[in-house]
């Protein structure tokens, strides 16, 4: 009974494990052929030599000085910074997303046979994935939350946001993870408004989706 216990424990694991991958196989995040040599994951993460440890990163970053970022008077000099920090987690975005660093520029290519489903250039310039290195016209990121919300009565408290962010989730979608970055919790980066594993049903990695506008309201209270 007990031999039989482990087995349908170990198949639950295994299903399990295949229905996470599901998420993102096949998506925009998917560099592979589809070839059943390729590998998923080694386009941004290797379980050895990495470039950066956490998260076992396989790319190398941008430098955080080659951004232009959003400016506004409703932000201040506090809350935004003149660059992003060196350690943002936006610049593992922008690994990719600065058009100008290959897809398949990765630190450690673990097997020959793995190839791009597209180009191995940079994004091409006319996707709308390309985001620059001139984030002006973008949503802010590289800023201190906390300190913006002091400065502006207009956006909703860290948890009020999370109580958004749970409610317009996916019935099948994992818990809300924190959704502010760095060293103290407190930065508003790509990933407070993306989830890079998870697609979602309208392809664009949103934390929940923006039907009526419901990702801009979790944190616009408007």
């Known amino acids: 009974m007990k031999k039989i216990v ?11 494990n295949a229905a996470m ?10 560099l592979t052929t589809g070839d059943a040599k390729s590998e998923l994951c080694v386009y941004c993460h290797t379980p050895h030599n990495a470039a950066i440890a956490v998260p076992l ?16 008077s409703t932000l201040s000099s ?16 922008m690994s990719c997303h600065d058009g100008q660093t290959g897809l398949g520029n ?21 996707q709308n994935t390309n985001l620059g290195t001139d984030l002006r016209n ?19 408290t860290d948890a009020q946001i999370k109580a958004r ?30 989830r890079v594993h998870d697609p979602g049903t309208s392809g664009n990695f949103l934390r929940i989706e923006n039907t009526k506008s419901a990702l801009c309201l979790a944190c616009h209270n408007k």
Not at 21 to 30: L, M, N, Q, R
Not at 57 to 72: D, E, G, I, V
Not at 138 to 156: C, K, V, Y
Not at 165 to 192: H, I, R, W
Request: aromatic content about 8%.
């Open 78 to 93: 506090s809350a935004k910074k003149s660059a992003l920090d060196a350690n943002s987690i936006s610049l593992f975005c």
């Open 138 to 156: 973008t949503h802010p990121i590289g800023f201190n939350f906390f300190e913006a919300q002091s400065e502006d009565n207009g956006l909703r």
């Open 165 to 194: 962010f749970e409610s317009g989730k996916a019935p099948d979608a994992t818990a809300v993870q924190e959704f502010l970055y760095g060293s103290n919790n407190s930065m508003f980066e790509c990933a407070s408004c993306h």
């Open 106 to 126: 990765v630190v450690v290519n673990r097997a020959a046979s793995n190839t791009l489903r597209g180009p191995i250039e940079a994004i091409d310039p006319l």
């Open 21 to 30: 991958a599901k998420s993102i196989v096949g998506s925009d995040h998917d």
């Open 6 to 16: 482990l087995i349908a424990a170990a198949g639950l694991l295994v299903t399990a």
């Open 57 to 72: 990163w396989n790319r190398n970053n941008p430098s955080a000085t080659n951004f232009k970022l959003y400016n506004s």
